[in-house]
């Protein structure tokens, strides 16, 4: 139909169709028609009227201002959004009918700065996208305490194939809050993918590298937990991982007027309020797929999902300490046992909420239940750890801090005595009285000794080093000497303390 003539009807609804937003494609299949067709009107109209067919403008593109649209895109609004609350609620009725693709279309004419990418096909259950919005200014709550707003991130994660995402707010980006963020996600989706894909932060990346960077230690056990490849991105690519990076800001450009309308507490609240729009946004229809994400995920995805771990994974943090000479390492504000052949060595402490593991390389030597927070100075110990008696330190053993402490005096012997002696194992509170016992070299012995003897007076067999060292500052725990007596001669000029027994009374 290349030839076909155009009559009256034909070329009215070809004019319609274009001030709609359709392109010539699409105007052809509606009409049954050639695009070459469709072509020939369009160049033949624009000849007549003296107008190039290239800068074409629907009628009713003179009712928008465009400058406005662009100043809301500037603000963060999407075009969707704008539609939605200006363009389809308009009083002028051929404004509120007009559909949101010709209004797309108009736009991309009007403002052709966008770059095109290639499509990239991901197979189901295949990958997993994890990242943090760049910029979510707005996403926050509201201090009781201080009336101060407290400002937030937002953790995004995304299914390639279906790109069905969930989001939540945190505080920070530290490496708990990506790992609980996560794990929220995989059990929200209900499955687990094979391979996740994420940039280069600290938490998950500790040597950068184009080629072969090194994974987190503990990034990895958690990637192990869940049964997922750690694929991380190209340093400086970020569409390595377009998916997560395009559904945080469609996603943020639609929740951001809906936050700042509402004022939240706290940060449940908030998160509350972000999981319901989560799923309304998944329910939402693609214009490409003609189906929602939630819909695409049930049809395609669900089931090539691994099934998830029964067990949570329990983050932890890591660091480094040196064994001490009583088999003890000091993790926060208490002390745990280590074998004795590792004293003066370095060893690595993973941390987790409930547990103090303690490795030598990659040998796991000892496991602690981890004292809470709230308690301080406490030690932790297993009699496998500590030394037999026959075989004791040559270093500091209990008998040479007794001896050095009845050098200083008998308070002090008795004292050190009492805590090496009372205690359940004699190397428990060595440290402690090493502690003490050196105090003769800041201070003094004799301060020490006197410091023993309230101490001792007390009743406490178990002081605190903090709090002995007070008592050994403080100047009213020191022995005063008895003043000398005083030996007055006889004055004449003085009269004495008997001098009215002589004197009649009147």
């Known amino acids: 139909m290349a030839n076909a003539k155009k009559g009256p009807r034909m070329i009215k609804e070809i004019r319609r169709l274009k001030d709609m937003g359709l392109g010539v494609k699409k105007i052809a299949g509606a009409l049954g028609i050639s695009k070459n067709t469709v072509k020939s009107y369009l160049v033949a109209e624009s000849a007549a009227s003296g107008t190039d067919a290239a800068i074409y403008s629907a009628?009713?593109?003179?009712?928008?201002?465009?400058?406005?649209?662009?100043?809301?895109?500037?603000?963060?609004?999407?075009?969707?959004?704008?539609?939605?609350?200006?363009?389809?609620?308009?009083?002028?009725?051929?404004?509120?009918?007009?559909?949101?693709?010709?209004?797309?279309?108009?736009?991309?004419?009007?403002?052709?700065?966008?770059?095109?990418?290639?499509?990239?096909?991901?197979?189901?259950?295949?990958?997993?996208?994890?990242?943090?919005?760049?910029?979510?200014?707005?996403?926050?709550?509201?201090?009781?305490?201080?009336?101060?707003?407290?400002?937030?991130?937002?953790?995004?994660?995304?299914?390639?194939?279906?790109?069905?995402?969930?989001?939540?707010?945190?505080?920070?980006?530290?490496?708990?809050?990506?790992?609980?963020?996560?794990e929220c996600a995989l059990r929200y989706f209900g499955g687990v993918p094979r391979q996740i894909i994420f940039d280069h932060a600290k938490v998950m990346i500790t040597r950068s590298d184009w080629y072969d960077p090194d994974i987190n230690r503990e990034f990895a056990r958690f990637a192990e937990h869940f049964g997922l490849a750690p694929i991380p991105a190209r340093p400086g690519k970020p569409k390595d991982k377009n998916v997560i990076e395009g559904a945080l800001g469609i996603f943020w450009r639609w929740l951001r007027p809906k936050v700042r309308s509402r004022t939240f507490f706290s940060l449940s609240e908030l998160n509350a309020f972000v999981r319901d729009h989560v799923e309304i946004f998944n329910s939402r229809v693609q214009r490409k797929y003609g189906l929602s994400r939630s819909s695409r995920f049930d049809l395609a995805e669900r089931a090539s999902l691994k099934p998830l771990p029964e067990q949570h994974f329990e983050s932890a943090e890591w660091k480094k300490a040196k064994v001490h000479p009583d088999c003890h390492i000091q993790v926060e504000w208490n002390f745990?046992?280590?074998?004795?052949?590792?004293?003066?060595?370095?060893?690595?402490?993973?941390?987790?909420?409930?547990?103090?593991?303690?490795?030598?390389?990659?040998?796991?030597?000892?496991?602690?239940?981890?004292?809470?927070?709230?308690?301080?100075?406490?030690?932790?110990?297993?009699?496998?750890?500590?030394?037999?008696?026959?075989?004791?330190?040559?270093?500091?053993?209990?008998?040479?801090?007794?001896?050095?402490?009845?050098?200083?005096?008998?308070?002090?012997?008795?004292?050190?005595?009492?805590?090496?002696?009372?205690?359940?194992?004699?190397?428990?509170?060595?440290?402690?009285?090493?502690?003490?016992?050196?105090?003769?070299?800041?201070?003094?012995?004799?301060?020490?000794?006197?410091?023993?003897?309230?101490?001792?007076?007390?009743?406490?067999?178990?002081?605190?080093?903090?709090?002995?060292?007070?008592?050994?500052?403080?100047?009213?725990?020191?022995?005063?000497?008895?003043?000398?007596?005083?030996?007055?001669?006889?004055?004449?000029?003085?009269?004495?303390?008997?001098?009215?027994?002589d004197k009649p009374f009147h």
Request: proline letters at 4%; charged letters at 30%.
């Open 336 to 501: 745990y046992s280590v074998p004795y052949k590792f004293r003066g060595l370095e060893v690595e402490v993973r941390m987790t909420r409930s547990f103090i593991e303690i490795f030598s390389g990659l040998t796991r030597i000892a496991l602690h239940q981890k004292q809470h927070r709230s308690q301080r100075g406490r030690y932790t110990y297993d009699r496998a750890h500590l030394p037999a008696v026959h075989l004791a330190m040559q270093d500091f053993v209990p008998a040479k801090v007794i001896e050095d402490a009845e050098i200083i005096g008998e308070e002090t012997h008795r004292l050190i005595s009492k805590i090496i002696k009372e205690s359940s194992h004699p190397y428990l509170h060595l440290r402690r009285c090493l502690g003490i016992v050196r105090l003769k070299n800041k201070y003094s012995a004799q301060k020490v000794e006197s410091a023993s003897k309230v101490i001792n007076d007390i009743g406490n067999w178990l002081p605190r080093l903090r709090d002995f060292e007070n008592i050994v500052k403080s100047p009213l725990s020191q022995a005063k000497e008895p003043s000398a007596a005083v030996n007055r001669g006889s004055n004449p000029n003085l009269r004495g303390m008997d001098y009215w027994r």
């Open 59 to 182: 009628s009713w593109a003179a009712l928008v201002d465009w400058d406005l649209v662009r100043t809301s895109l500037h603000r963060g609004n999407s075009l969707k959004w704008f539609h939605e609350e200006n363009i389809a609620t308009s009083d002028l009725a051929d404004l509120k009918l007009l559909p949101y693709v010709s209004f797309w279309r108009e736009w991309k004419r009007r403002f052709p700065t966008y770059d095109l990418d290639f499509h990239k096909d991901h197979p189901p259950g295949e990958k997993m996208e994890i990242d943090y919005k760049g910029d979510a200014e707005g996403l926050g709550y509201t201090d009781l305490k201080n009336k101060a707003f407290i400002q937030c991130k937002l953790y995004g994660s995304v299914l390639c194939h279906s790109q069905k995402v969930y989001f939540e707010a945190t505080e920070t980006e530290k490496q708990e809050d990506w790992f609980h963020g996560t």
